[in-house]
């Protein structure tokens, strides 16, 4: 259903004493602490999070004794998978005929 227009414009004003000014002002600067202070509580919990995985993980590796670097542990992982690549194609019938069950002999074990 169409409006119309309005014959007149009504101005409404709240005007603000210097108390009630203050008032408002004591308001939204505890508002703005309470948010920050909000905020730094999430940041923190974040950060206690990623700091106790970390903690974990540096225990396991403390516990089980194993410093090795991250290049260590990349050109094992990299040697590991060139000798199975390597084993596959140039011994398939070997490597076949052990999944299938005809062949005992494993031809990934290391010798």
Same mark, same amino acid.
């Given at each position: 259903?169409?409006?119309?227009?309005?014959?007149?414009?009504?101005?409404?004003?709240?005007?603000?004493?210097?108390?009630?000014?203050?008032?408002?002002?004591?308001?939204?600067?505890?508002?703005?602490?309470?948010?920050?202070?909000? +905020? @730094?509580? /999430?940041?923190?919990?974040? &950060?206690?999070?990623?700091? *106790?995985?970390?903690?974990? !993980?540096?225990?396991?590796?403390?516990?089980?004794?194993?410093?090795?670097?991250?290049?260590?542990?990349?050109?094992?992982?990299?040697? +590991? @998978?060139? /000798?199975?690549?390597?084993? &596959?194609?140039?011994?398939? *019938?070997?490597?076949?005929? !052990?999944?299938?069950?005809?062949?005992?002999?494993?031809?990934?074990?290391?010798?």
């Amino acid at each position: 259903m169409p409006r119309t227009a309005p014959s007149q414009t009504i101005e409404h004003r709240i005007s603000l004493s210097n108390f009630e000014r203050q008032q408002l002002d004591s308001l939204a600067k505890s508002y703005t602490f309470e948010k920050r202070v909000e +905020n @730094v509580g /999430r940041i923190m919990q974040g &950060v206690g999070i990623v700091g *106790a995985g970390l903690g974990v !993980y540096l225990g396991a590796k403390y516990v089980a004794g194993t410093w090795a670097t991250i290049e260590e542990k990349y050109d094992a992982v990299e040697s +590991n @998978v060139q /000798r199975a690549w390597r084993q &596959v194609i140039t011994d398939p *019938a070997k490597y076949w005929l !052990y999944v299938f069950g005809l062949r005992d002999e494993d031809p990934y074990k290391q010798q």
